[in-house]
């Protein structure tokens, strides 16, 4: 248990259509990362956000777009979804933007399919 | 970003202990190397995380060469739980960025 939780765990979707993930980071955690998995990838960083604010961005195009409230939880948004946005979607949380010390902890993920 | 390079699969048996090699010829003098594992159906899972010298934690040790161009992780006796894709990756030392830059990582096996 990393105390990191995400929903839905599952989901399906249409092409075109719009989609939110949520992210509950671990007690006390102020920064919060999202990734993209594709089957049989690694994970591809999208954005960072920090107290609110995002603090770094992968090669990601602005249809991804976040974001990260008050109490350090965090929605990622998918806009025009496409056949490739399938993927698994992780969200990671840390302290203080991840200080080398500091251990990154992962959700276990939401599944997206684009049909 | 510093590319790390690891052999695709590995396979051992239940009870030995597991070398997994991490290529990184390019690290620069700051980075950090840091070994994350992802059980099927999880997200991924810190491991073990080292700058020089030899680390050993709970869950693996961390063999580091001298010119820090490679590193090993080492499960001391492999057990069913530990079949996962265990990823290497460089990290800088300033926080700033949580972005860490994963590979395709080692797909382990073990035998029962």
């Known amino acids: 248990e990393t105390g990191v939780t995400q929903s839905p765990t599952h989901l399906i979707k249409t092409r075109g259509q719009q989609v939110t993930l949520r992210c509950s980071s671990q007690?006390?955690?102020?920064?919060v990362s999202w990734y993209q998995q594709a089957l049989g990838q690694g994970p591809q960083f999208i954005f960072q956000?920090?107290?609110?604010?995002?603090?770094g961005r992968g090669n990601f195009p602005p249809r991804f777009s976040g974001l990260q409230f008050p109490n350090y939880s965090s929605e990622l948004n998918v806009n025009a979804l496409e056949l490739d946005d399938s993927a698994l979607y992780l969200c990671?949380?840390?302290?203080?933007?991840?200080?080398?010390?500091?251990?990154?902890?992962f959700g276990e993920g939401s599944w997206l399919t684009v049909v | 970003d510093a590319k790390t390079t690891q052999p695709n699969s590995m396979e051992s048996n239940e009870e030995e202990p597991v070398h997994l090699p991490c290529n990184h010829s390019?690290?620069?003098?700051?980075?950090?190397i840091h070994w994350y594992r992802q059980l099927p159906s999880q997200g991924p899972e810190y491991v073990i995380h080292?700058?020089?010298s030899n680390v050993n934690n709970r869950m693996a040790s961390l063999a580091i060469a001298e010119d820090r161009k490679s590193s090993t992780l080492i499960l001391h006796r492999a057990t069913l739980r530990d079949a996962a894709v265990y990823y290497c990756?460089?990290?800088?030392?300033?926080?700033?960025?949580?972005?860490?830059?994963f590979g395709k990582g080692t797909k382990l096996t073990v035998n029962p």
């Open positions: 956000y920090y107290r609110e604010e995002e603090n």
């Open positions: 990671a949380s840390s302290l203080d933007r991840g200080r080398t010390g500091n251990t990154i902890y």
């Open positions: 990756i460089l990290r800088p030392p300033q926080g700033g960025s949580e972005k860490l830059v």
């Open positions: 080292g700058l020089t």
């Open positions: 007690s006390g955690h102020n920064t």
């Open positions: 390019t690290i620069s003098g700051t980075d950090y």
